[in-house]
């Protein structure tokens, strides 16, 4: 398997903040339409931090019903929507309810990988509540496949019969850059043909929103539109958010052989490991990712035209992520155009990474940046080129993608518009 | 408990449950438990279920020889009224 095959992106699922596709997504973002606003789920009043990025109440319940899937957990269920939705518009799959599995010898070969940072929080939360008002007798028979992590995978293989193999990454909020990255080396090598990869996160349960606020990562800003601002002086962290999303990865071989529509190429991924803190980044660290991911794609620093930042809008990330940026292109005299996706999805954590490699992709495709909409007053001390506050016509080829998580796992792939 | 209820209980969880999609209005008591998508491990979460819906608590294996939709109803029947 030492054969390197080019690797395209031929289907795409979202679900979040912005909507439960990439065409809606693609219009707020361009729009500077925030999907930030004050937290519905729970009760906004016992938290410090009242800001959520959750998907509309009508979006997941719609979704499932045109797949003809019934809801088990609120993670596992968005996975499955966008495997599906991934499928079906990379022509694998038919739209409708109660959907068959891809075709036979498509389905053999194509693997299931996915990042989560926390798997099912909603069936666990469902299973402690039990637990804590029932004893342990009493809980649901299906508490253990309703609660492991590899859910969020499997019942996406099962449910459309992808026997290539299926697993779930986690590494917090890399979790879905590095399930993409596993995918691409998958393909790359030539160990499969196909790999739908992706994330899937939803942490507002009650003891998981809590344990967020109480770390006092959490912005507290009282303007939901205006609490995500990475790279902002006035930044006071991040806005948690859920959602999903899928890519169906594929040999630019087998993809031209079956006639598909090709959106992307994945050129690179890189990835390395702090080595030193739980929480605190390190710009060693995530400069690694980055040049690694250079390497893999065999593209010197001027090649990349924008980053999509991790930027979470904690003071800690944005400043270390900055002088990683500045370190990795400042010495080769590249000067990208920097942004942070986080103010329009709120931070999804294990899903992160893929809803924003999304955003990354639509952005290549339509030759649009969509800026950061909260830079009022840009931080001194990140040297890097930001975007100004609004949507700008650019023309990019090749876009970076950071995602760096709690636990020192940093991860970064290399995105490029399709070239025949 | 009237038997009309019942059933009606029995079609609410199978939706629940069921593996496959069907019109559960139009599911009667000739139809087999089986033919609605209840597996093997649906059928866990559909013992439990019916458990807590009708506050009464039976082994799985005291289903033998209970396949149909309305055979189920009759053994609720005789648990809930005895």
Same mark, same amino acid.
């Given at each position: 398997?030492?054969?390197?095959?080019?690797?395209?992106?031929?289907?795409?699922?979202?679900?979040?903040?912005?909507?439960?596709?990439?065409?809606?997504?693609?219009?707020?973002?361009?729009?500077?339409?925030?999907?930030?606003?004050?937290?519905?789920?729970?009760?906004?009043?016992?938290?410090?931090?009242?800001?959520?990025?959750?998907?509309?109440?009508?979006?997941?319940?719609?979704?499932?019903?045109?797949?003809?899937?019934?809801?088990?957990?609120?993670?596992?269920?968005?996975?499955?929507?966008?495997?599906?939705?991934?499928?079906?518009?990379?022509?694998?799959?038919?739209?409708?309810?109660?959907?068959?599995?891809?075709?036979?010898?498509?389905?053999?070969?194509?693997?299931?990988? &996915?990042?989560? =940072?926390? #798997?099912?929080?909603?069936? +666990?939360? $469902? *299973?402690? /509540? %039990?637990?804590?008002?029932? @004893?342990?007798?009493?809980?649901?028979?299906?508490?253990?496949?309703?609660?492991?992590?590899?859910?969020?995978?499997?019942?996406?293989?099962?449910?459309?019969?992808?026997?290539?193999?299926?697993?779930?990454?986690?590494?917090?909020?890399?979790?879905?850059?590095?399930?993409?990255?596993?995918?691409?080396?998958?393909?790359?090598?030539?160990?499969?043909?196909?790999?739908?990869?992706?994330?899937?996160?939803?942490?507002?349960?009650?003891?998981?929103?809590?344990?967020?606020?109480?770390?006092?990562?959490?912005?507290?800003?009282?303007?939901?539109?205006?609490?995500?601002?990475?790279?902002?002086?006035?930044?006071?962290? &991040?806005?948690? =958010?859920? #959602?999903?999303?899928?890519? +169906?990865? $594929? *040999?630019? /071989? %087998?993809?031209?052989?079956? @006639?598909?529509?090709?959106?992307?190429?994945?050129?690179?991924?890189?990835?390395?490991?702090?080595?030193?803190?739980?929480?605190?980044?390190?710009?060693?660290?995530?400069?690694?990712?980055?040049?690694?991911?250079?390497?893999?794609?065999?593209?010197?620093?001027?090649?990349?035209?924008?980053?999509?930042?991790?930027?979470?809008?904690?003071?800690?990330?944005?400043?270390?992520?900055?002088?990683?940026?500045?370190?990795?292109?400042?010495?080769?005299?590249?000067?990208?155009?920097?942004?942070?996706?986080?103010?329009?999805?709120?931070?999804?954590?294990?899903?992160?990474?893929?809803?924003?490699?999304?955003?990354?992709?639509?952005?290549?495709?339509? #030759?649009?940046?969509?800026?950061?909409?909260?830079?009022?007053?840009?931080?001194?001390?990140?040297?890097?080129?930001?975007?100004?506050?609004?949507?700008?016509?650019?023309?990019?080829?090749?876009?970076?993608?950071?995602?760096?998580?709690?636990?020192?796992?940093?991860?970064?792939?290399?995105?490029?518009?399709?070239?025949? | 408990?009237?038997?009309?209820?019942?059933?009606?209980?029995?079609?609410?969880?199978?939706?629940?449950?069921?593996?496959?999609?069907?019109?559960?209005?139009?599911?009667?008591?000739?139809?087999?438990?089986?033919?609605?998508?209840?597996?093997?491990?649906?059928?866990?979460?559909?013992?439990?279920?019916?458990?807590?819906?009708?506050?009464?608590?039976?082994?799985?294996?005291?289903?033998?020889?209970?396949?149909?939709?309305?055979?189920?109803?009759?053994?609720?029947?005789?648990?809930?009224?005895?």
């Amino acid at each position: 398997m030492n054969e390197r095959r080019r690797v395209v992106v031929t289907g795409i699922g979202l679900l979040s903040a912005l909507g439960g596709d990439d065409e809606r997504m693609v219009e707020r973002l361009f729009a500077g339409d925030s999907g930030v606003g004050r937290l519905r789920s729970l009760d906004a009043a016992k938290f410090k931090s009242q800001n959520a990025a959750e998907l509309a109440p009508d979006v997941l319940p719609t979704a499932l019903a045109a797949l003809g899937l019934r809801a088990t957990d609120r993670t596992t269920d968005m996975a499955l929507v966008v495997a599906g939705q991934a499928l079906v518009a990379a022509g694998l799959l038919q739209a409708g309810p109660a959907a068959p599995a891809a075709p036979g010898s498509l389905a053999e070969t194509t693997a299931v990988v &996915f990042g989560t =940072g926390n #798997g099912p929080s909603h069936a +666990l939360q $469902e *299973s402690w /509540d %039990a637990y804590a008002q029932k @004893g342990g007798r009493l809980l649901r028979p299906t508490t253990v496949p309703r609660c492991m992590a590899n859910a969020v995978s499997s019942m996406a293989s099962i449910q459309f019969g992808l026997r290539g193999g299926n697993y779930v990454v986690v590494s917090s909020c890399s979790s879905s850059t590095v399930a993409i990255g596993t995918g691409y080396r998958s393909v790359l090598h030539g160990y499969a043909d196909r790999v739908l990869c992706g994330g899937s996160e939803s942490m507002f349960t009650d003891a998981l929103y809590s344990s967020w606020d109480n770390l006092g990562v959490m912005s507290k800003h009282q303007e939901p539109t205006r609490a995500s601002r990475p790279f902002d002086v006035d930044r006071d962290g &991040f806005v948690l =958010g859920e #959602g999903a999303g899928a890519l +169906l990865l $594929e *040999s630019l /071989d %087998a993809a031209k052989a079956r @006639g598909a529509t090709i959106r992307a190429e994945v050129l690179g991924f890189g990835e390395s490991s702090d080595g030193t803190h739980i929480t605190r980044p390190s710009k060693e660290g995530q400069a690694k990712a980055m040049l690694q991911a250079l390497r893999s794609a065999g593209l010197p620093p001027g090649a990349i035209d924008f980053v999509n930042a991790h930027g979470t809008g904690t003071k800690a990330n944005d400043a270390t992520e900055a002088e990683a940026i500045a370190m990795v292109f400042g010495s080769a005299g590249a000067e990208p155009w920097v942004a942070s996706s986080k103010p329009f999805f709120g931070h999804l954590l294990g899903a992160a990474g893929v809803v924003e490699t999304i955003a990354c992709i639509r952005q290549l495709e339509l #030759g649009r940046l969509h800026g950061n909409p909260n830079l009022e007053r840009p931080d001194p001390a990140c040297t890097v080129r930001l975007c100004g506050r609004t949507a700008t016509t650019q023309p990019v080829r090749i876009a970076m993608k950071n995602s760096f998580g709690f636990g020192g796992g940093n991860a970064t792939l290399i995105l490029g518009r399709y070239e025949a | 408990m009237e038997r009309s209820e019942i059933i009606h209980r029995l079609r609410s969880i199978m939706a629940r449950t069921a593996t496959t999609q069907h019109d559960w209005e139009r599911v009667g008591e000739t139809d087999t438990i089986a033919s609605l998508g209840i597996d093997s491990l649906a059928m866990l979460d559909f013992v439990y279920d019916i458990q807590q819906e009708f506050a009464v608590q039976f082994e799985a294996h005291e289903l033998v020889g209970v396949s149909t939709v309305g055979q189920l109803a009759t053994f609720l029947d005789a648990r809930t009224t005895a």
